[in-house]
């Protein structure tokens, strides 16, 4: 691995249309790709253009993936400017994403989180990530 290793973060998907809405006009992030039926799948990859990371979610036809397993499934997104990170909480907020109590009490000192479509959750952090 080397810093220019690319990381897709691939999940399946019942509600396909309702999880594009959450990540695009909650998130903020971009439609990047899509494609329609490959071998009985649909998806989309949704990310920021340039970045080295971006989420893929597919739709088996006939088939539901269910809803996440817990709640303390997360993508968590570092926001250390206070600005950004407030914009990004109202962005949710404005679209009809309302914050979700965290399972873990950690995510609530800094950061607030919402719960997508299939019950998984993002926090978005207002700090910056320290490796």
Do not use: K
């Not at 249309?17 to 990540?23: G, I, P, Q």
């Not at 109590?101 to 997508?116: C, K, L, M, Q, S």
């Amino acid at each position: 691995m080397t810093p220019r290793t690319a990381l897709r973060v691939a999940r399946p998907t019942g509600r396909l249309a309702d999880l594009v809405r959450f990540y695009t006009e909650g998130l903020g992030l971009t439609r990047l790709d899509a494609f329609s039926d490959h071998d009985g799948f649909d998806g989309v990859m949704l990310g920021t253009p340039g970045s080295l990371y971006h989420l893929e979610f597919t739709h088996q036809r006939g088939h539901d993936a269910g809803r996440a397993p817990t709640q303390d499934h997360l993508l968590v997104f570092y926001l250390p400017d206070a600005a950004e990170w407030q914009s990004a909480v109202n962005r949710m907020v404005s679209a009809g994403y309302p914050p979700v109590d965290p399972i873990n009490p950690y995510w609530a000192h800094d950061g607030v989180t919402f719960e997508d479509p299939d019950g998984y959750r993002v926090v978005l952090q207002h700090d910056a990530w320290r490796a």
